[in-house]
Protein backbone atom coordinates (compact mmCIF):
# COMPACT_ATOMS: atom_id res chain seq x y z
CA UNK A 1 0.00 0.00 0.00
CA UNK A 2 0.65 3.60 -0.47
CA UNK A 3 0.83 4.38 3.01
CA UNK A 4 0.11 3.49 6.87
CA UNK A 5 -3.05 2.06 7.44
CA UNK A 6 -5.13 1.43 10.12
CA UNK A 7 -8.08 0.07 11.13
CA UNK A 8 -10.98 0.44 12.28
CA UNK A 9 -11.37 3.82 11.57
CA UNK A 10 -13.69 4.46 14.63
CA UNK A 11 -14.39 1.94 17.63
CA UNK A 12 -17.22 2.66 19.83
CA UNK A 13 -17.32 0.63 23.24
CA UNK A 14 -18.56 -0.02 26.14
CA UNK A 15 -16.35 0.08 29.14
CA UNK A 16 -14.82 -2.69 30.37
CA UNK A 17 -14.66 -4.22 26.92
CA UNK A 18 -11.68 -5.36 25.19
CA UNK A 19 -10.47 -3.60 21.96
CA UNK A 20 -7.83 -4.36 19.09
CA UNK A 21 -6.60 -1.67 17.55
CA UNK A 22 -4.57 -2.84 14.14
CA UNK A 23 -2.24 -1.38 12.11
CA UNK A 24 -0.78 -2.62 8.95
CA UNK A 25 2.77 -0.73 8.09
CA UNK A 26 4.64 0.84 4.85
CA UNK A 27 5.86 -2.83 2.96
CA UNK A 28 9.58 -2.88 3.92
CA UNK A 29 9.73 -0.41 6.78
CA UNK A 30 11.39 -1.85 9.61
CA UNK A 31 9.95 0.98 13.00
CA UNK A 32 6.78 0.98 13.79
CA UNK A 33 5.16 3.50 16.57
CA UNK A 34 2.11 3.78 18.86
CA UNK A 35 0.93 6.86 19.65
CA UNK A 36 -2.01 7.89 21.75
CA UNK A 37 -4.09 11.36 20.95
CA UNK A 38 -5.94 12.70 23.27
CA UNK A 39 -7.79 16.04 23.40
CA UNK A 40 -5.81 19.02 24.59
CA UNK A 41 -2.75 16.91 25.57
CA UNK A 42 -0.85 15.82 22.03
CA UNK A 43 0.84 13.24 21.01
CA UNK A 44 2.14 10.37 23.90
CA UNK A 45 4.31 7.80 22.97
CA UNK A 46 3.30 4.31 23.50
CA UNK A 47 5.55 1.82 22.30
CA UNK A 48 8.09 1.03 19.62
CA UNK A 49 8.97 -2.32 17.40
CA UNK A 50 12.06 -2.53 15.32
CA UNK A 51 11.90 -5.09 13.07
CA UNK A 52 10.86 -8.71 15.03
CA UNK A 53 12.95 -7.82 18.00
CA UNK A 54 10.86 -7.19 21.67
CA UNK A 55 9.65 -3.77 22.23
CA UNK A 56 10.22 -1.92 25.60
CA UNK A 57 6.67 -1.70 27.07
CA UNK A 58 7.45 0.64 30.21
CA UNK A 59 6.12 3.57 27.67
CA UNK A 60 1.88 2.06 27.78
CA UNK A 61 0.05 3.39 30.34
CA UNK A 62 -1.29 0.91 32.31
CA UNK A 63 -1.16 -3.01 32.22
CA UNK A 64 -4.24 -2.90 30.19
CA UNK A 65 -2.70 -2.46 26.75
CA UNK A 66 -0.82 -4.51 25.44
CA UNK A 67 0.67 -4.56 21.77
CA UNK A 68 2.78 -7.19 19.76
CA UNK A 69 3.61 -7.45 15.98
CA UNK A 70 3.41 -10.70 13.96
CA UNK A 71 6.31 -11.20 11.55
CA UNK A 72 7.80 -7.93 11.41
CA UNK A 73 4.98 -6.14 10.10
CA UNK A 74 0.75 -5.94 11.13
CA UNK A 75 0.67 -4.81 14.85
CA UNK A 76 -2.30 -4.91 17.33
CA UNK A 77 -2.74 -2.68 19.86
CA UNK A 78 -5.16 -4.60 22.41
CA UNK A 79 -6.83 -2.63 25.43
CA UNK A 80 -8.41 -4.57 28.11
CA UNK A 81 -11.21 -3.38 30.30
CA UNK A 82 -11.19 -0.41 28.40
CA UNK A 83 -11.65 3.00 31.01
CA UNK A 84 -13.59 6.40 29.62
CA UNK A 85 -10.38 7.71 30.49
CA UNK A 86 -8.53 5.50 27.36
CA UNK A 87 -10.77 7.85 25.02
CA UNK A 88 -8.50 8.58 22.41
CA UNK A 89 -7.09 8.87 18.88
CA UNK A 90 -4.81 6.06 18.55
CA UNK A 91 -2.27 6.92 15.99
CA UNK A 92 0.43 4.24 14.21
CA UNK A 93 3.89 5.67 11.93
CA UNK A 94 6.29 3.17 10.82
CA UNK A 95 9.63 4.21 9.48
CA UNK A 96 13.07 3.09 8.25
CA UNK A 97 15.13 0.98 7.28
CA UNK A 98 16.14 3.95 4.63
CA UNK A 99 14.87 6.66 6.56
CA UNK A 100 14.40 7.54 10.48
CA UNK A 101 11.57 9.37 9.39
CA UNK A 102 8.07 8.10 10.84
CA UNK A 103 4.91 8.40 8.59
CA UNK A 104 1.77 8.25 10.29
CA UNK A 105 -1.77 6.31 9.50
CA UNK A 106 -5.29 8.14 9.79
CA UNK A 107 -5.32 7.20 13.31
CA UNK A 108 -8.37 4.62 15.16
CA UNK A 109 -10.79 7.29 17.06
CA UNK A 110 -11.65 4.76 20.15
CA UNK A 111 -14.55 6.29 22.40
CA UNK A 112 -15.29 4.08 25.50
CA UNK A 113 -18.47 4.82 27.07
CA UNK B 1 6.81 21.63 33.74
CA UNK B 2 6.17 19.38 30.48
CA UNK B 3 9.26 18.42 28.55
CA UNK B 4 8.17 20.49 25.53
CA UNK B 5 5.86 24.00 25.70
CA UNK B 6 3.95 24.56 22.49
CA UNK B 7 0.68 27.85 22.38
CA UNK B 8 -2.16 25.71 21.29
CA UNK B 9 -3.59 28.85 19.57
CA UNK B 10 -5.79 29.21 17.47
CA UNK B 11 -3.54 32.00 15.78
CA UNK B 12 -5.76 33.69 12.88
CA UNK B 13 -3.91 35.28 10.12
CA UNK B 14 -4.73 36.91 6.67
CA UNK B 15 -3.79 35.15 3.66
CA UNK B 16 -0.52 35.71 2.46
CA UNK B 17 0.95 37.33 5.84
CA UNK B 18 4.06 35.42 7.47
CA UNK B 19 3.50 32.99 10.07
CA UNK B 20 5.63 32.24 13.15
CA UNK B 21 4.93 28.72 15.46
CA UNK B 22 7.17 27.85 17.53
CA UNK B 23 8.24 25.66 20.72
CA UNK B 24 10.36 25.92 24.06
CA UNK B 25 11.56 22.67 25.25
CA UNK B 26 13.31 21.58 28.90
CA UNK B 27 15.53 18.53 27.91
CA UNK B 28 19.09 19.96 26.69
CA UNK B 29 19.55 16.32 25.20
CA UNK B 30 16.75 16.99 22.46
CA UNK B 31 18.95 16.62 18.95
CA UNK B 32 16.43 16.43 15.86
CA UNK B 33 13.50 18.28 15.88
CA UNK B 34 10.47 18.04 13.38
CA UNK B 35 7.41 20.33 12.41
CA UNK B 36 4.55 17.79 11.73
CA UNK B 37 1.18 19.47 9.96
CA UNK B 38 -1.95 17.65 11.11
CA UNK B 39 -5.50 18.39 9.20
CA UNK B 40 -8.62 17.65 10.93
CA UNK B 41 -9.18 13.72 11.38
CA UNK B 42 -5.89 12.90 9.49
CA UNK B 43 -2.51 11.85 10.74
CA UNK B 44 0.70 14.11 11.21
CA UNK B 45 2.53 14.53 8.13
CA UNK B 46 5.98 15.52 8.30
CA UNK B 47 7.17 18.78 7.06
CA UNK B 48 10.42 20.15 8.38
CA UNK B 49 13.08 17.88 10.10
CA UNK B 50 16.51 19.89 11.42
CA UNK B 51 19.42 18.30 13.47
CA UNK B 52 21.08 19.88 16.26
CA UNK B 53 21.04 24.28 15.85
CA UNK B 54 20.67 25.91 12.61
CA UNK B 55 17.98 27.04 9.68
CA UNK B 56 16.20 25.05 7.08
CA UNK B 57 14.41 26.60 4.29
CA UNK B 58 12.51 24.47 2.13
CA UNK B 59 9.60 26.51 -0.16
CA UNK B 60 7.84 28.92 1.74
CA UNK B 61 8.22 26.65 4.85
CA UNK B 62 11.69 27.64 7.39
CA UNK B 63 12.59 25.62 10.47
CA UNK B 64 14.94 27.50 12.96
CA UNK B 65 16.77 26.08 15.78
CA UNK B 66 18.49 27.80 18.92
CA UNK B 67 19.70 25.18 21.34
CA UNK B 68 21.08 27.95 23.25
CA UNK B 69 18.03 28.95 24.29
CA UNK B 70 15.43 25.32 23.78
CA UNK B 71 13.50 27.11 21.40
CA UNK B 72 12.61 25.98 17.74
CA UNK B 73 10.49 27.60 15.22
CA UNK B 74 8.84 27.25 11.96
CA UNK B 75 8.00 30.18 9.38
CA UNK B 76 5.59 29.99 6.58
CA UNK B 77 5.57 32.62 4.10
CA UNK B 78 2.74 33.71 2.25
CA UNK B 79 -0.10 31.74 4.17
CA UNK B 80 -2.24 29.93 1.80
CA UNK B 81 -6.12 29.27 3.27
CA UNK B 82 -4.60 25.22 2.74
CA UNK B 83 -2.27 25.67 5.54
CA UNK B 84 -5.29 26.18 8.26
CA UNK B 85 -4.39 22.93 10.23
CA UNK B 86 -2.75 21.95 13.52
CA UNK B 87 0.80 22.67 13.40
CA UNK B 88 3.03 20.09 16.00
CA UNK B 89 6.57 20.62 16.54
CA UNK B 90 8.04 17.56 17.67
CA UNK B 91 11.99 16.34 18.74
CA UNK B 92 14.17 13.50 19.81
CA UNK B 93 17.53 12.23 21.28
CA UNK B 94 17.54 9.17 18.85
CA UNK B 95 16.94 10.71 14.94
CA UNK B 96 14.12 11.95 13.15
CA UNK B 97 12.16 8.64 14.32
CA UNK B 98 13.11 8.52 17.87
CA UNK B 99 13.99 5.33 18.13
CA UNK B 100 13.06 3.31 21.72
CA UNK B 101 12.11 6.59 23.19
CA UNK B 102 9.76 7.62 20.20
CA UNK B 103 9.13 11.35 19.46
CA UNK B 104 8.19 14.20 22.26
CA UNK B 105 5.53 16.26 20.68
CA UNK B 106 3.93 19.61 21.67
CA UNK B 107 0.20 20.05 22.46
CA UNK B 108 -0.16 21.82 18.80
CA UNK B 109 -0.78 25.02 17.60
CA UNK B 110 -4.21 25.48 15.28
CA UNK B 111 -3.37 27.73 12.44
CA UNK B 112 -6.46 29.76 10.54
CA UNK B 113 -5.16 31.21 7.63
CA UNK B 114 -8.49 33.52 6.72
CA UNK B 115 -9.08 34.31 2.85
Known amino acids: GAGVSQSPSNKVTEKGKDVELRCDPISGHTALYWYRQSLGQGLEFLIYFQGNSAPDKSGLPSDRFSAERTGGSVSTLTIQRTQQEDSAVYLC???????????FGPGTRLTVL | QKEVEQDPGPLSVPEGAIVSLNCTYSNSAFQYFMWYRQYSRKGPELLMYTYSSGNKEDGRFTAQVDKSSKYISLFIRDSQPSDSATYLC???????????????FGKGTHLIIQP
Open chain 1, 93 to 103: ASGGPRTDTQY
Open chain 2, 90 to 104: AMSKRGSGGGADGLT
